[in-house]
Nanobody
Framework: QVQLVESGGGLVEAGGSLRLSCAAS????????MGWFRQAPGKDREFVASISWSGRSMDYADSVKGRFTISRDTSKNTVYLQMNSLKLEDTAVYYC??????????????????WGQGTQVTVSS
């Protein structure tokens, strides 16, 4: 069993930055693919970024490429999402997710086994 706890959300002006953290419990964190998803009011949950268990593979939604960076620190059982140049449309609840197995279909929420409770990110004009 893996428990995920997100932190770092908040209110930020457009153009600003935030760093989200996701702390994972469990000794097998280093073997999990990790992902960040987000859900805005009235919209489906969407993929934001993912990182393979080794950290060698990272992928991003087109909408955040060049602005967001995902990373992981295995020694701290933590995955991060650095968000720069934030836009109004980045406003959403951000969720951390973990999955066993390989890296394929990294953008599909249904492939993830564990989810955090979410953290709100609000970008204001």
């Amino acid at each position: 069993q893996v428990q995920l706890v997100e932190s770092g959300g908040g209110l930020v002006e457009a153009g600003g930055s935030l760093r989200l953290s996701c702390a994972a419990s469990g000794r097998t964190f280093s073997t999990y693919t990790m992902g960040w998803f987000r859900q805005a009011p009235g919209k489906d949950r969407e993929f934001v970024a993912s990182i393979s268990w080794s950290g060698r593979s990272m992928d991003y939604a087109d909408s955040v490429k060049g602005r967001f960076t995902i990373s992981r620190d295995t020694s701290k059982n933590t995955v991060y999402l650095q968000m720069n140049s934030l836009k109004l449309e980045d406003t959403a609840v951000y969720y951390c997710a973990a999955r066993r197995g390989g890296y394929s279909d990294y953008g599909e929420p249904d492939r993830y086994n564990y989810w955090g409770q979410g953290t709100q990110v609000t970008v204001s004009s």
